[in-house]
């Protein structure tokens, strides 16, 4: 399943811009989005995120890839909900979001 917004975000490299790849991440339902040409801020959200992600989600205890799903998903609630963040005035992002929202 795939959500109906769900994006696929990369950078330039020559396997996402491969006419076979851009086809395949059509067919799964993603539509993609790439960082412009030598500018690393259009990805640094993501590449921020999984930083975090992969320094603090146990990943390799996953046996399979439901397994995996699983700890992601709850991984991206726990990072949204309830993880502070010091660049969002030590607010979640769901936090900031209604702040911004409120404003």
């Given at each position: 399943?795939?959500?109906?917004?769900?994006?696929?975000h990369?950078?330039?490299?020559?396997?996402?811009t491969?006419?076979n790849?851009?086809?395949?991440?059509?067919?799964l339902?993603f539509q993609?989005?790439?960082?412009?040409?030598?500018?690393?801020?259009?990805?640094?959200?993501?590449?921020?995120?999984?930083?975090?992600?992969?320094?603090?989600?146990?990943?390799?205890q996953?046996t399979?890839l439901?397994?995996?799903?699983i700890?992601?998903?709850e991984?991206?609630?726990?990072?949204?909900?309830?993880r502070?963040q010091?660049?969002?005035?030590?607010?979640?992002?769901d936090?900031?979001?209604s702040?911004l929202?409120?404003?």
């Amino acid at each position: 399943y795939v959500h109906p917004e769900a994006i696929f975000h990369s950078d330039q490299g020559m396997h996402y811009t491969n006419p076979n790849i851009q086809k395949q991440i059509a067919e799964l339902g993603f539509q993609q989005s790439m960082s412009r040409k030598a500018n690393c801020w259009d990805n640094a959200s993501m590449e921020s995120f999984f930083g975090h992600l992969k320094d603090e989600l146990d990943y390799k205890q996953c046996t399979n890839l439901e397994e995996l799903r699983i700890c992601v998903d709850e991984y991206i609630t726990f990072y949204n909900s309830h993880r502070y963040q010091w660049t969002l005035n030590k607010m979640t992002p769901d936090e900031f979001r209604s702040h911004l929202v409120a404003a």
